[in-house]
């Protein structure tokens, strides 16, 4: 499985972007589709989770300003309103072949990866 990243930039705080994941197919029904984050100098957190029951999922840090969405099983979609400068970080897609856990959401479960886009807010 195959996952590309796009959408990333530059962006002044308080405004916002979306982050898009194009997802190469795969056979199976059940899946878990996430974005995580690393800050430079701290472990990759995951910022929000999505699975194919739909069910979402979201880091403490970014309820009501990030939004996950998925068109099907090919794109992943993050929306980042109100976005902070403690913010900026690449972003990265993943995906797990299982139904998303309740609670943080475990970089290890994902074995498959996109390379990451930037997202950089400015003050």
């Known amino acids: 499985v195959q996952l590309v990243e796009s959408g990333g930039g530059s962006v002044q705080a308080g405004g916002s972007l979306r982050l898009s994941c194009a997802v190469s197919?795969?056979?199976?029904?059940?899946?878990?589709m996430a974005w995580f984050r690393q800050v430079p100098g701290l472990e990759r957190e995951g910022v929000a989770s999505?699975?194919?029951?739909?069910?979402t999922n979201y880091a403490d840090s970014v309820k009501g300003r990030f939004f996950i969405s998925k068109s099907g099983k090919t794109t992943l979609y993050l929306q980042l309103e109100n976005v902070k400068p403690e913010a900026t970080a690449p972003y990265y897609c993943?995906?797990?072949?299982?139904?998303?856990?309740?609670?943080?959401?475990?970089?290890?479960?994902?074995?498959?990866w996109g390379p990451g886009t930037q997202v950089t807010v400015s003050s």
């Open positions: 999505i699975d194919s029951n739909s069910r």
């Open positions: 993943a995906i797990d072949f299982a139904l998303c856990t309740v609670g943080p959401i475990p970089v290890p479960d994902f074995p498959y």
């Open positions: 197919p795969f056979p199976y029904a059940t899946f878990c």
